[in-house]
T-cell receptor
Framework: GEDVEQSLFLSVREGDSSVINCTYT??????LYWYKQEPGAGLQLLTY???NMDMKQDQRLTVLLNKKDKHLSLRIADTQTGDSAIYFC???????WGLGTSLAVNP | DTAVSQTPKYLVTQMGNDKSIKCEQN?????MYWYKQDSKKFLKIMFS???????INETVPNRFSPKSPDKAHLNLHINSLELGDSAVYFC????????????FGPGTRLTVL
């Protein structure tokens, strides 16, 4: 069946870069999203990339898409403590969500 | 102004009871969703409505019944609550159908005792 896989946990030091990886099976999505969920809150759109692009930069965020390998990544430059959250990859035509990656930023 | 709102925020109830969760969006979106997020943070789609019409109905016990009185509202009624129903339920909405950017509500934490 359709699936989304991410590492469950990532721990970085404040100021370092974070890279969150995602592999997926559904290749029909036009948009591929990254959402952020802070503790006790709903998900918020962080950024997205069109399926015909391979890279998108948005301030501290860089999204890389490898359609051939069905691999999506999110790089956060200069990670701050406010970036601590769960990050969900969502290649979302079929509304498949994984477990998300819990990012912990240590001062 | 809140874009997607849910009530109540917390719901604690006994097994066997019937309860409802309400959702409203003021974004003018045509598609609304209900998700269940378990204690491991796994997010699973339950239902989706487009213009008040059910378009997605995943494998969910028929104790769960969504109701969409109009485009801006999607309520979730749960009969005969079970311990396994304890989770956080999120409502979301999007414009122009499934697969577009979704806006999530703050969630309803349901605890069944």
């Amino acid at each position: 069946g359709e699936d989304v896989e991410q590492s469950l946990f990532l721990s970085v030091r404040e100021g370092d870069s974070s890279v969150i990886n995602c592999t997926y099976t559904d290749s029909s999505s036009t948009y591929l999203y990254w959402y952020k969920q802070e503790p006790g809150a709903g998900l918020q759109l962080l950024t997205y990339i069109f399926s015909n692009m391979d890279m998108k930069q948005d301030q501290r965020l860089t999204v890389l898409l490898n359609k051939k390998d069905k691999h999506l990544s999110l790089r956060i430059a200069d990670t701050q403590t406010g970036d601590s959250a769960i990050y969900f990859c969502a290649p979302n035509r079929k509304l498949i969500w994984g477990l998300g990656t819990s990012l912990a930023v240590n001062p | 102004d809140t874009a997607v709102s849910q009530t109540p925020k917390y719901l604690v109830t006994q097994m066997g009871n019937d309860k409802s969760i309400k959702c409203e969006q003021n974004l003018g979106h045509d598609t609304m969703y209900w998700y269940k997020q378990d204690s491991k943070k796994f997010l699973k789609i339950m239902f989706s409505y487009n213009n008040k019409e059910l378009i997605i109905n995943e494998t969910v016990p028929n104790r769960f019944s969504p109701k969409s009185p109009d485009k801006a509202h999607l309520n979730l009624h749960i009969n005969s609550l079970e311990l396994g129903d304890s989770a956080v339920y999120f409502c979301a909405s999007s414009q122009d159908g499934v697969g577009r950017t979704q806006y999530f509500g703050p969630g309803t934490r349901l605890t069944v005792l």
